[in-house]
Structures are given as C-alpha cells and as structure tokens.
C-alpha cells in the first residue's frame, strides 16, 4: 500500500519562498512508470494541476503556472517537493500530492493535468495560507 504524506509550512508572509515535501512510503518514486504530481485546492475552487516529477527525474508543469515554481526530489529520502519562489494570497490553498500514470501526465499537461480519477494514491493535503 502506498501512501503519501504532505509536509510544510502551515501559514507563509507574502512574497516570501514556500517549500512542500511529499513524502511516500510502501514504493518508490523511481517505479517506473509512474510520475508525482502536486495538486492545489483554493478555497471554494476545484482542483488545479500544477506539475509533476517522473520515475526517472523529469519535470512537467502546468502551462498557467507563474513562473519560479518547480519540482525536485530525493531519492535516497523517496521524498519529493514543490518550491514556490513568491507567493501571493491568491497562492492560499490545501496542497496535495498523487501519484499517476506518466503516460497520463504527458496526454492531459497542456490541458488541466490528471483528472482526480486517474491518480490512484494521493496525500492527506496540507493547508497553506499566504498572509498579506
């Protein structure tokens, strides 16, 4: 059974950096061929798709994605993580992270990423609330 766990900062100052960890257990995030996504829940909105990283270490981001956002991960920790350089209070959401086919990654990113379905696991969600 995989299971993913969110970790951060519960409440982030304007424009300063936001760092989330996902941290998964009972697999690898170097299985092939599945890929990691982050996923963002404001308040009173759906879901939004933000990016992913692969079995084997490539990235993938949402097109309407404001740039100096990424993903990274460490293997020998089986953790991956979500910076954002500056964020604003329109950035205030619950955080998830999923796991997801690859192959469904690379159909639906130039779109709205997965949809909810289509990811077999996913984290509890972190709440993050940018304060102005």
């Known amino acids: 059974q995989v299971q993913l766990q969110e970790s951060g900062p519960g409440l982030v100052k304007n424009s300063q950096m936001l760092s989330l960890t996902c941290t998964v257990s009972g697999g690898s995030i170097t299985t092939s061929y599945y890929a990691w996504s982050w996923i963002r829940q404001p308040p009173g909105k759906g879901l939004e798709w933000m990016g992913a990283?692969?079995?084997?270490?490539?990235?993938y981001y949402s097109p309407s994605l404001k740039s100096g956002t990424s993903i990274s991960r460490d293997t020998s920790k089986n953790q991956f993580s979500l910076q954002l350089s500056s964020v604003t209070p329109e950035d205030t959401a619950v955080y998830y992270c999923a796991r997801s086919d690859l192959s469904t990654v690379i159909a639906t990113m130039t779109d709205q990423g997965p949809a909810s379905n289509e990811y077999d696991y996913w984290g509890q969600g972190t709440q993050v609330t940018v304060s102005s």
């Open positions: 990283i692969a079995y084997d270490g490539s990235t």
